[in-house]
């Protein structure tokens, strides 16, 4: 089984669209059943609260269930229990690094490092367009999954 923690500053908006996408992404290949994948926060600012309007709103529009989502703060404890650490701009990668003991086994990317056009994923938080956010989430499973299929 993959196990796959997509990683932002607060998991209302980014890491969580990741997460959701993603298992959708999966399920629809068939291949849920190979795939274990959460999404956590680098901060503490949003624990317990619920998924922002605006991704609410495009996994809706998808059809995607997200109800018992909660935003939590990753942990030290689980750099050994995923083999992947998907963040979605360099400031969650540095606190991913320091917030798991540093990346020994290199588990530690960018979700858009997958791409062929590397950038970090809108924040929509400030730019309050999620849109382009679904856009680069999906842009980066896309890649990142080809990336685990191929293994390069």
């Known amino acids: 089984m993959i196990r796959i923690m997509f990683v932002c500053h607060g998991n209302i908006c980014?890491?969580?669209?990741?997460?959701?996408?993603?298992?959708?992404?999966v399920k629809k290949l068939g291949k849920e059943n190979e795939f274990y994948i959460e999404s956590s926060a680098t901060s503490t600012e949003e624990i317990?609260?619920?998924v922002h309007y605006g991704t609410a709103r495009?996994?809706?529009g998808l059809g995607i269930d997200y109800s018992k989502k909660r935003a939590?703060?990753?942990?030290?404890s689980d750099y050994?229990?995923?083999?992947y650490f998907i963040g979605m701009d360099e400031y969650n990668r540095r606190n991913m690094k320091r917030?798991?003991?540093?990346?020994?086994d290199n588990k530690v990317s960018l979700l858009l490092d997958y791409t062929d056009n590397p950038r970090e994923v809108a924040d929509p938080w400030y730019t309050g367009n999620f849109k382009i956010t679904y856009d680069d989430v999906m842009e980066g499973i896309k890649a990142f999954y080809s990336t685990?299929?191929?293994g390069k």
Do not use: V, Y
């Not at 939590?72 to 030290?76: A, D, G, I, S």
């Not at 917030?99 to 020994?104: E, I, K, N, T, Y």
């Open 14 to 25: 980014r890491s969580t669209m990741a997460e959701f996408l993603m298992k959708d992404f």
């Open 48 to 50: 317990g609260n619920p």
């Open 58 to 60: 495009i996994l809706d």
């Open 72 to 76: 939590k703060q990753l942990r030290l």
């Open 80 to 83: 050994n229990n995923f083999d």
């Open 99 to 104: 917030m798991l003991g540093g990346d020994a």
């Open 148 to 150: 685990i299929l191929t």
